[in-house]
């Protein structure tokens, strides 16, 4: 293959140009996040049918609704080390599969055991999904499009919850029988058509250089960079950061005891460099608060907060829910394209900003709608407006930068499974909130429990100002130094690993 060289290089080597290659492959690779969405928003109108024909009550509700997180937390952890012994494109194929099984038995759910059974085994498809899509966009795309390609799969599932939102409304058309059965049925389908055409894409560059096949790497870095010289310059920095000579011009090393991910844990937990253990509090406390923060108490319960604000019938109800999708994919549209501009860190400060005023202005239109004797229509509009604001809030900055902040900090060795650690807690905080939410609010008050969230908003932002630096614009092999205390203004170097030589070929 013939690759054009691009003289229009920045400071670090990089063509300013996008890769349309990489973008492409990312695109592929983010459709697995499509089918998760699909699974989260058409669970929150499936489950008003469900409870009709099935005669469960509200704890086996949100167990339902919650379960799919605890085994997607189990999933996540699998999948670090699966991800790092078989490869990032075949851990994809591994997650369309279990998609595809857990939908067709959640589509024949004669009971509630089978259903929960599906819903389980979706579960651990949604641990992969989450954890590999937007490592495996990291690790082909360049530092100036990175936050744009990474931010993909986040879009994704927004697109995904928005398909399950109209699902609702159509499929409810049908038989209560025959309905909510299609609704969640139907996802096995794309499952099984991703799971083919993933195999058409390239392996992460990345991986391939940490299991030693450098000559494999070098020709997926032709593809997915704009120039020759952009392609050497990025194996170069991924040599070193995978314990490799720089200047070894072989096309197969042998590779180090951690290219499957061996002692990975160790190194993230036990034996942790200052720099490390900032990346991993960083991560965790990245994916904590995006969910603790209530967000899924609106995807998976926004029938009914609605209902609580004073809408009525079940059809009025399924429209205020597609109007949630709708805001989420628009206004994560429109970050992925500030993501490499603006910068992740001035993002994340004004959406969990934003997400504090509005949070606590749907606490107080719910209180007031609930406290009000007769239908009050301006506490509706109010909670409704607030509602979807404190969405657009979330979507411009929380939602995408937790997933591109998180599968970019760690170092090469440490990625995979460092990513699924984030994805694990993120998912904890998931179930957290889905499993308890509709007691929380019986407990405190369905206001109560938005001052709640804006209480914990308040405490992420203070987080996020004082442990996330800005990555905009660092190569993936700058990281470790960027969180390093002694190096952080510092705008050049590459990867130090944890134990490798590299770190004391760049002391």
């Not at 209902?307 to 079940?314: D, T, V």
């Not at 107080?364 to 407006?385: D, M, N, P, R």
């Amino acid at each position: 293959m013939v690759v054009h060289a691009v003289d229009n290089l920045d400071a670090n080597g990089e063509s300013q140009k996008f890769n349309k290659y990489a973008c492409a492959c990312s695109i592929v690779a983010s459709m697995i996040s499509i089918i998760f969405g699909y699974d989260t928003g058409v669970m929150s109108g499936a489950m008003i049918f469900i409870k009709e024909e099935l005669k469960i009550d509200d704890v086996e509700v949100e167990v339902l609704a919650g379960i799919l997180n605890i085994c997607a937390l189990v999933g996540s952890l699998f999948a670090g080390r699966t991800s790092d012994y078989i490869g990032r494109r075949y851990t994809i194929v591994l997650a369309s599969v279990i998609f595809m099984v857990g939908a067709v038995l959640m589509g024949y759910g004669p009971d509630y055991a089978v259903l929960l059974g599906g819903r389980c085994i979706s579960g651990i498809g949604v641990g992969f999904a989450l954890m590999i899509a937007p490592v495996y966009s990291a690790e082909i795309s360049s530092a100036k499009s990175r936050g744009f390609l990474t931010s993909l799969p986040e879009l994704c599932i927004s697109i995904g919850i928005l398909l399950g939102y109209i699902s609702n409304y159509f499929f409810a058309k049908l038989t209560l029988k025959l309905g909510w059965r299609l609704m969640l049925g139907v996802a096995a389908i794309p499952s099984l058509v991703l799971a083919f055409g993933i195999i058409k894409m390239p392996e992460s560059p990345r991986w391939l250089a940490m299991q030693g096949r450098l000559g494999d790497a070098k020709k997926v870095l032709l593809l997915v960079c704009n120039s020759t010289e952009e392609a050497d310059r990025r194996l170069h920095d991924i040599k070193i950061a995978a314990g490799f000579d720089p200047n070894c011009n072989e096309d197969y090393l042998k590779p180090s005891k951690h290219s499957r991910g061996k002692g990975v844990w160790k190194e993230l937990f036990l034996r942790p460099t200052p720099a490390v253990r900032w990346i991993l509090v960083a991560a965790i406390g990245i994916h904590f608060f995006e969910h603790a923060t209530g967000i899924e108490a609106i995807v998976l319960y926004g029938p009914r907060i609605f209902k609580k604000a004073g809408i009525k019938s079940k059809e009025k109800l399924l429209l205020a829910t597609i109007g949630v999708g709708l805001t989420k994919t628009l206004f994560i549209t429109f970050s992925a394209f500030l993501l490499d501009k603006v910068g992740r860190r001035k993002l994340l400060l004004v959406s969990t900003a934003g997400m504090v005023v509005m949070l606590s202005t749907v606490g107080f239109g719910l209180t007031l709608a609930e406290a009000s004797k007769h239908e009050s229509k301006w506490a509706l509009v109010l909670s409704i407006a607030a509602t979807y604001t404190f969405l657009a809030f979330f979507s411009i900055g929380l939602a995408p930068v937790t997933w591109v902040y998180s599968a970019e900090i760690f170092p090469l060795k440490l990625r995979a499974q460092g990513v699924a650690i984030g994805v694990a807690v993120n998912r904890l905080m998931n179930a957290t909130i889905s499993m308890t939410f509709i007691s929380l609010y019986k407990a405190i008050t369905i206001g109560g429990a938005f001052f709640l969230f804006a209480g914990i908003a308040v405490i992420a932002w203070f987080f996020f100002y004082f442990l996330c630096p800005e990555t905009k614009g660092k190569s993936l092999e700058e990281m470790e130094l960027l969180f390093s205390r002694r190096s952080r203004n510092i705008n050049g170097g590459i990867e130090i690993q944890p134990g490798s030589n590299a770190s004391n070929a760049n002391k």
